[in-house]
């Protein structure tokens, strides 16, 4: 077909209607990356390779690009749009969007600032816009004997740092998860003279730890932490309150990092629970004190669900850790006396897998964090007595042997999350 495009309309055959005027073709595009203008259409050729598209930086209300799988292999090699700081369908352009259908063919119109570039296309597409992943992880307060306020980064190939000074007041059994997306919270804990507090400290996405904030909700230890949803939200569930009694209250914290007061939990009131991420947005607690192995799964909206019935061995004080970009994974723990190794896989769908054989040194009061994108690491715990070890988890599950740690020995610790930037 020759010619120019008008409207960009796909009509049901999936092909383009000639007009007089409007927008032009461009030559075929072989390279990984390109950066296309308003108003032209693209061959996208990825026979060779993935391709990265970067839309125009200032658009207008009303401009439109087309581009198109030229050799019919986006399937093999796919499309990433970047917005280049703009939204695409309504999203952050710290998203990232795909395209991979063999023959696909996609008409985007920036709409303006809300939603930015939306597609316009009667062609199947695969818009699948997947969660920004946390590059690195920090680990922060717990007891060597007596309780501490260091901390330890993590960076995005697994290696953990020396220790960092205190920041905070010291205390163990406390929670981390991440918030707004790329930075990190520690919250509750017990404190060197036993108190039980709803203390905060914020770490933002470099990994620094912020002073004390006051808190909010009922003070609590032996909590856990998850993040949930696509807009940097994060809550707080479970623990022990003051005469150890279990609770399920939730707190929610919202995308600048501030606590809220105490919202109505589910499932079994218990402590020394475990939680990580699956799927898109979503989360799940599982195990806690008294060998309960029973999960709760957390929605994009932070509601906890009812007990969902036990698969394993139940346990208290494991730790949980993302991996694969969108599965869990529980590991080590007590039980009956009793410190284990064993693991247990979450699937994309929140449902918990039999127990597999463990590795590493059996222990608890450990904890666990996401890390490079799409792999997990646990790290320090109680044996015997405290212990400065880490395992790594690889993108597909599986946990390593023990590394020799660095930095302080402790357990009852906390760990989360942080920063889009390798």
Do not use: H
Request: proline letters at 1%.
């Amino acid at each position: 077909m020759s010619g120019a495009v008008k409207s960009n309309v796909f009509g049901s055959s999936g092909t383009v209607a000639a007009a007089a005027g409007g927008l032009s073709w461009q030559s075929v595009v072989t390279a990984s990356t390109v950066t296309v203008e308003s108003n032209k259409g693209y061959f996208v050729n990825t026979t060779s390779n993935a391709c990265t598209v970067t839309l125009p930086a200032s658009p207008d209300v009303g401009d439109q690009v087309i581009l198109l799988d030229y050799a019919r292999t986006w399937d093999t090699n796919a499309i990433t749009i970047d917005s280049n700081g703009n939204n695409f369908q309504g999203q952050a352009d710290t998203y990232t969007v795909d395209y991979d259908t063999e023959g696909q063919g996609i008409n985007i119109v920036y709409s303006g600032s809300t939603n930015g570039w939306i597609p316009n296309s009667d062609i199947a597409n695969a818009l699948t816009p997947a969660v920004p992943q946390t590059q690195k992880a920090i680990f922060g307060f717990g007891n060597t004997g007596t309780r501490t306020g260091v901390s330890n980064l993590v960076n995005s190939s697994g290696v953990v740092a020396a220790d960092v000074s205190a920041v905070g007041t010291a205390r163990s059994n406390l929670a981390a998860t991440t918030y707004g997306g790329d930075k990190a919270i520690f919250a509750f804990g017990v404190t060197q003279d036993d108190s039980i507090v709803n203390t905060r400290n914020l770490v933002n996405n470099s990994g620094v730890i912020a002073s004390d904030a006051t808190g909010a909700g009922t003070v609590k230890t032996n909590l856990a932490g998850v993040k949930y949803g696509l807009s940097g939200l994060a809550l707080f569930a479970f623990g022990a309150v003051s005469g150890g009694a279990g609770q399920n209250a939730r707190n929610l914290v919202n995308s600048s990092g501030v606590v809220a007061s105490d919202a109505s939990g589910a499932g079994t009131a218990r402590n020394a629970v475990a939680a990580t991420t699956y799927g898109v947005g979503l989360g799940i607690f599982r195990g806690g004190a008294d060998t309960y192995g029973m999960s709760n799964l957390v929605n994009t909206s932070g509601v906890v669900s009812a007990d969902v019935s036990a698969v394993g061995t139940g346990r208290a004080a494991s730790a949980g850790a993302s991996y694969g970009t969108d599965k869990g994974i529980f590991a080590y723990g007590w039980n009956d006396s009793s410190n284990y190794n064993m693991s247990n896989l979450v699937s994309n769908t929140g449902v918990v897998a039999a127990d597999v054989s463990g590795v590493g040194t059996a222990r608890r009061f450990l904890a666990g964090s996401g890390y490079g994108g799409d792999k997990g690491l646990f790290g320090y715990g109680y044996t015997s007595s405290a212990v400065s070890i880490k395992n790594l988890v690889s993108n597909t599950g599986v946990v390593a042997s023990d590394v020799s740690g660095v930095g302080t020995a402790r357990y009852a610790i906390a760990a989360a999350g942080y920063s889009y930037s390798a």
